[in-house]
Every structure is written in C-alpha cells, then in structure tokens.
C-alpha cells in the first residue's frame, strides 16, 4: 500500500472517530454542541482578522439548515502541504488540529482546547464545501458524509478578492438538536465584535429575513458603555488603557476599558485571545493589583483616610466597577472547572504594569473623578466592615463549634454533600409538604417565609442582614465572599421550588440573583436547579397522570379523547399537592423534571440581571418590551 493510500485511510480514521463520539469533540450534541460546529468556522475567520488580514465575516443561517461564513482575508492556502501530498486547504478541513497549531507567532481563538478545528466541523456535516479566493483564482472543494472528498479541489473561476467561504450542513442524525438559534449566534457576533474594534459581523437568518451588523469602533469602549447603560455613572469618561509588553513566549497584548456606577455590583469579564475566562485568573489578578495599589497610594498622599488601618482591599476597589479586561497572548494555559481559568504567570506583571500607567496618569488629568472613584470605595471598605458583624450572624457559632442551622431547615440525615439536596421552598404549606413528603436520607428542606431581599440594589451589610439570605448562606455552610470555600458546600444540589405563579417567579429570580452575585460558583459548578412541579393532574376514570406543560396537556388529551369521564386538575400552587403527590412529582429523583441554571456569557447574564432587577426602570421596560414575544403566557 502507498503511503498515500495509508494516509488517506489514516484520514478516514480520524474523521469517522469523530463521527462516533461528537461530543468527545463538540462538548454535546445538544444547542451548544451545534453552535460549537459554527464558533469552530468563525473563529478561524477571527484569527484571520486577528492576524490583521481579515475586516469582514459574514455569515448566514439557510432554509434548509445550513450554515455560510465568509471572510475576506488572504483564503486558505491551496498549494501542495509536504505532510500530506495534498492542498493545505484539504489538510486544513480533513486532520484533526490543522490549522490552529501551525503558525504559533499569532493569537488564535482557535488554538490550544479551545479549538477543534474545521477538520471537526467536515466530519461532522453531510455536506461541507469551501471556497478559496487567492492568487486572482477561484478554488473550491466539496466533502460529502463526513469529509469525503467529492472531488479533486479545482479552480472553478477568476477573482481579484481575497478570502474564505466555508458552508456546512451539520448531518443532524448525529445532533439532537437541528434549529440554530440567531440571538445566541448574533450575541456571540456581538461580542466578537466588542473585542476586535474595527472588524464587522454581519449575520443573515435566511428563515426569517432578519439580519444584524455589527461593528464597533470604539472595540471594549463601547462594550463598557452598553454593559453600564442601565446605571449611574460615576465620572462621565471612561478608563481606557491598551500595550504590549514582553511575557514568557512573546509579546502580551493588553487592552482593558473600564468605568465605575453607583451600584454594589462588580461587573468584571475577561478574555484572552477572544475566549470567554469567566473563572478569571492572572489577568484579573493583575488588574486588581493595579487597582489596589494605586487607589491606596492615591487616598493616601491625599489623605483620604481617617486612620491608617482604612487600607482598601481588593474587592472595595471593584464594588460598582463594569470592566473589560481582553489580552492576547501567544500560548494561553486554561485551567479550572471548565478550562476557562488563566494561568500563565507572565501575564499578571504585564497587565498591572499596563494599566497602571494609563490609570496613573488618569487620575493626575482628572483628580475630581479620581476623588469620585476614592470616596466610593472607601464607601464600600466601611460596608464591608458592617458586612462583617452582619456576617458573624451566618457563621456557624456554638459552644460545640459544630454551628447551629437555621431552626427552620429540616435537614437530611446523609452528610454526604455529593449525594445531598436542599429543596429551598416558597412558603410554610409547601415547605410542610416537602418535608413530610421528602427521602430524609439525602433531601433537605429550607422553607422561606418572608420575602428575599433584591440583592441587585442592597448593599453587603443589608443583604446578609436579611433572614432569609443569613438562612440560605448558613444552611449551605460555604461562607461568602473573601470566605467563601466551596469544598465547604453541605449540598451538591440546591433546587429552587416555588410556585408556578407570578409571585413565585418573582421569589425565583430573587433568589437566582443572590445566587449569580454572591455564591457564583454554585451557578459554574451547575449545582443550581429549578424544580418543574406539574401544570395539571388529568383523571380518567381511576387513572391519573401529571403533565408538565400545556403541549403535555393537550398531546395527552387528544390520546384519551374516546372514554368520556376526564377530569383536569390545574395546579396554581404546590401547596395543592399533598406530600405524596409533591414527592412523586417534584422530588423523586427516579422521575422528576429539574432544569439546571447554566451560565452560557457571563458579560450577558450580569446585564440581564441589572437590567433585570437593577435600579433604571427604562432599560427594564426596553428589555421586556424586546423579549415579550418569548414569553408564554396562559391566561
Ligand atoms: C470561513 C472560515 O477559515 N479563514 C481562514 C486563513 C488564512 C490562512 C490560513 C486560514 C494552515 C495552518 C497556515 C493564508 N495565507 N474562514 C477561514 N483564513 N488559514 S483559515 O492558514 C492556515 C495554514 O497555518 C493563511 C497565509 N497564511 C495563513
């Protein structure tokens, strides 16, 4: 056998593994893993624009399920790759890694764990074809069920344009999910362009006629700008600092735009390289030294201070503080529970060093604004202060230093936290029924009585005051904020179960806010749920059966439509249900229904949150007026 022939059949090889475990490639092969077939394409534009060949990528959603990016950057090689006897295009789309590894003098989104390359993408479609424009020519190539080359790549044309255009039709017998979704895509596009100031995406949706642009001049400037647009400002400017400074493998980009509001809530996201750190890490960490000792050293040779122990810590400086921090980097190192933690020691010097020459300097051309931002941080050191007596409330103290728990949770028997849940219930009934109805070996019960404070608009010592949150923080025994330790969690479920009503919606997202603010981590480790009690108990006859949603509803009675005596119970609350009927609806693992809260953008669920629940009543009215038509209402 040819080498040729071997390395075709090594080809092959590589293709169909991907074909018989996509999620080992994909992440899922539900919405997230089909959205990941296209972020694998566009990001190879974006390395393209990156690089600084690329101005424009355009993509477009088809009828018939396809997806069309295009860019306009130097196209795909096309001459012969000594490796593999064939185009560089062909070895780009057919081996596994291809492309992002090669050059590594340049910043790739695609790179590293973040990129699977567009060889997954072919394997993974029933259809994948490619267009080249380089060298005034046409060139174009057409895989069929899983990378399978039609034919040879030809030139099919002449053009004095650049660039590439991939089309892909996933082959969906392998996805179980085959609706791309056009707001995540467009967000995603958004971002993209938030990061790359300057570069254009302009998504098309064939389906419904609706397209969006996007481009951003003012890059993380703007990005700032619309994340602070429902709050009050402090200081009309925003801080802005760019450089490049050498690290371990080559040189560091640094760009971070920044601006304070009057809020609680630190707003901080970071990227590198385009990829979403939502768990942070030596960038971060850097920007916080910056701001730390700067903002010390500034109160005091000001005399800001009352007595010298005001020192401001680390998180005084980022209370009401929205800020992008986006690096570029040669050879990123994630690490963390989902690979989104920076970890490459050179980056932490370079970013302080950075930003603190831009921040520096600010502060001396703007000193009432920098006396603004001082005030408003030594505001925030005194709640802390506060926060911490509120705290010793929280905090496990008895003389047997085991801790007392809320009196009002019935706690399970198990002190296993991975096999253990707390049911966090709306009201004493409901709480009754829960407790009464639970396994007591591994089921908890902490009923709310009062209503949960809104922690999007109180301050630290006003929200661990709150009953109900000292409650919920106690029962879960990790801490908060500098004390938090999640080894510390008596749970690894925490099911939110309130009623199917306005009221319980609204307790909901009350506590989903307290969560998203103040215990994160709980949300990034998918340790939160929502429990589905059900909507109805329909009777026939002797039989009963619980549906969860009215299309259950209706599926169902059209199947009985023939016997006569049918009876429908609509459930408005789960205090209608009795333990029994709450246990084997809502809390029997063997057949409940529980959604898990996920954190798909950090960047886009903190300004959900305070539009959301935040102080300004217009972004709200903007946001539910845009998003209404998603809601189903049951009258
Ligand atoms: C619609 C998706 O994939 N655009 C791309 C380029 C440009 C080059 C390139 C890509 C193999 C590994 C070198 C051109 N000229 N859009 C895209 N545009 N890949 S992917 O090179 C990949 C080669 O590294 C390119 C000179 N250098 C690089």
Request: hydrophobic share 35%; net charge neutral; glycine share 8%.
């Amino acid at each position: 056998m040819s080498n040729y022939d071997a390395s075709k059949i090594q080809v092959l090889k590589g293709l169909e593994a991907v074909r018989k475990r996509p999620g080992m490639y994909v992440g899922s092969t539900g919405i997230r893993g089909l959205h990941h077939l296209v972020w694998e394409i566009v990001d190879n534009s974006i390395d393209e624009a990156m690089a600084g060949f690329a101005s424009c990528v355009f993509l477009t959603i088809t009828k018939n399920g396809s997806i069309i990016v295009e860019d306009d950057g130097r196209g795909i090689p096309v001459a012969i790759h000594p490796k593999t006897g064939k185009s560089t295009l062909e070895t780009v789309l057919t081996i596994l890694h291809a492309g992002g590894k090669f050059d590594s003098d340049t910043y790739k989104v695609s790179g590293g764990l973040h990129g699977v390359g567009a060889s997954v993408v072919n394997a993974l479609s029933d259809v994948l074809e490619a267009w080249v424009y380089r060298n005034g020519k046409i060139y174009h190539i057409k895989f069929k069920n899983g990378g399978k080359p039609i034919d040879e790549l030809k030139i099919i044309g002449e053009s004095q344009k650049t660039g590439t255009k991939i089309m892909f039709h996933p082959d969906y017998s392998l996805m179980d999910k085959n609706e791309f979704d056009f707001e995540a895509i467009s967000d995603r596009l958004k971002q993209t362009a938030y990061l790359n100031k300057g570069l254009k995406l302009v998504v098309n949706d064939e389906r419904t006629k609706i397209s969006k642009e996007f481009c951003f001049k003012g890059g993380i400037i703007e990005y700032v700008n619309e994340l602070n647009n429902s709050k009050e400002k402090i200081g009309e400017n925003i801080i802005y600092a760019e450089g490049k400074t050498l690290g371990d493998d080559g040189e560091i980009i640094v760009e971070v735009a920044m601006q304070y509001n009057t809020g609680f809530q630190s707003n901080i996201v970071s990227y590198v390289n385009n990829i979403s750190t939502i768990e942070g890490g030596t960038h971060e960490q850097g920007f916080q030294d910056s701001l730390t000792r700067i903002f010390n050293s500034y109160a005091g040779n000001n005399k800001l201070f009352k007595n010298e122990n005001e020192k401001l810590s680390r998180t005084d400086v980022l209370e009401g503080l929205t800020a992008i921090i986006s690096i570029k980097h040669i050879d990123p190192i994630f690490e963390g529970q989902t690979k989104s933690k920076m970890v490459n020691k050179d980056t932490r010097m370079a970013t302080n060093k950075i930003i603190s020459e831009s921040l520096e300097k600010f502060m001396l051309e703007n000193p009432k604004e920098a006396k603004k931002i001082i005030e408003k941080t030594l505001l925030a050191q005194r709640a802390r202060f506060a926060a911490q007596t509120a705290r010793e409330v929280t905090r496990r103290k008895t003389v047997f230093d085991v801790g007392y728990l809320p009196g009002k949770l019935a706690d399970c028997s198990s002190k296993n936290s991975e096999i253990t849940e707390l049911y966090i219930v709306e009201g004493d009934s409901a709480g009754g029924s829960a407790k009464l109805g639970r396994n007591r070996e591994i089921q908890a019960i902490l009923p709310l009585r009062g209503k949960v404070i809104n922690s999007e608009k109180a301050r630290i010592d006003k929200i661990f005051a709150n009953n109900e949150i000292a409650s919920m923080i106690t029962a879960l025994g990790t801490g908060v904020g500098e004390e938090f330790n999640i080894n510390k969690l008596r749970y690894h479920k925490i099911v939110i179960m309130t009623d199917a009503d306005v009221d319980g919606s609204h307790i909901r997202i009350l506590l989903l806010t307290f969560f998203y603010r103040y215990l994160r981590q709980l949300v990034e480790y998918g340790f939160i749920y929502i429990a589905q009690p059900p909507l109805y108990k329909i009777t026939e006859g002797k039989k009963s059966v619980y549906v969860y949603t009215d299309e259950e509803k209706d599926k169902h009675l059209n199947s009985i439509q023939s016997s006569k005596n049918i009876s429908i119970q609509r459930y408005k609350g789960l205090g209608e249900m009795d333990p029994e009927q709450l246990w084997e609806t809502t809390m029997n693992p063997e057949n409940r229904k529980m959604l898990q809260v996920q954190i798909e953008d950090a960047a886009q669920a903190d300004l959900t949150f305070s539009i959301l629940m935040g102080e300004d009543v217009e972004p709200r009215r903007n946001f539910i007026n845009e998003n209404a038509k998603y809601v189903e209402i049951d009258v």
